[in-house]
């Protein structure tokens, strides 16, 4: 490990909790501004962020993907690929997720511009990178949407995953601001659904997800052991009523 990193991952960052609630307020006021999600991601990461490089380190997954610089990236972003792959692959189901959602794999690069500029080690950045291009892969692994609903419930996944505060908030922000639209439809128990399923999941940051693209979607699913949303499946009313967009 440089010694970049080993900087990096012996220091100790404060959260800043009132940067973090201005950005949680801005959020509030627009779900679009994405920018305020990655500004929230930094002021509450405290060493969250570095203990998830330790063990990314750690891992065969990330040793691999550190090794053969594997950005994956390049194969979101590689549609024609994609979309050649068999109908119930992950890899054809990420190409009709962000298809249908009008989106690019590359559309959170911009926003988390404004985060981890200092960040000056080839491998941290990767890593970083790594885990901001999979958010809507993740979106497709879980079985949540992207609807308003569907994102607190992933953000609520990845917290469990990543234990970075940051996610925490927002779960908790929608939550709050789901369950005052409608009270009384198992939004809570929705979310902490989501959660004790990340809880249960593989570790997906070690994931070397290049090799799974061309696999059948439930057969990854159960080879990471990503359990059936259940709670949110049986939502349909909620998730057409909420139909707000976090990123």
Known sequence: ?????????????????RK????LRSLIK??????QVFVIMKALAGNSHAKQFLQF???EGGQRILTERLNILDKLKDYDYLKSLPENSLGRAYYNFITSEDLTADGLVESSQIAYTELKSKDLRLYFDRSRDVHDLWHVLT????????EACVVAFSYAQTKSLGF???ALMGGYEF?????GNNIWSTIWQAYKNGRKSEWLMGVVYEDMFAMDLNEVRKILNIPRPTKYINSQNVIETLSLHYS
């Open 1 to 17: 490990m440089s010694t970049l990193v080993t900087d990096y991952v012996n220091q100790h960052e404060k959260r800043k909790w």
């Open 20 to 23: 973090a609630w201005k950005a």
């Open 30 to 35: 627009d779900p679009e501004r994405t920018d």
């Open 57 to 59: 380190f750690k891992s």
């Open 143 to 150: 079985g949540y949407g992207r609807d308003g609903f569907g």
């Open 168 to 170: 925490a908030a927002i």
């Open 179 to 183: 369950n005052r639209r409608m009270p």
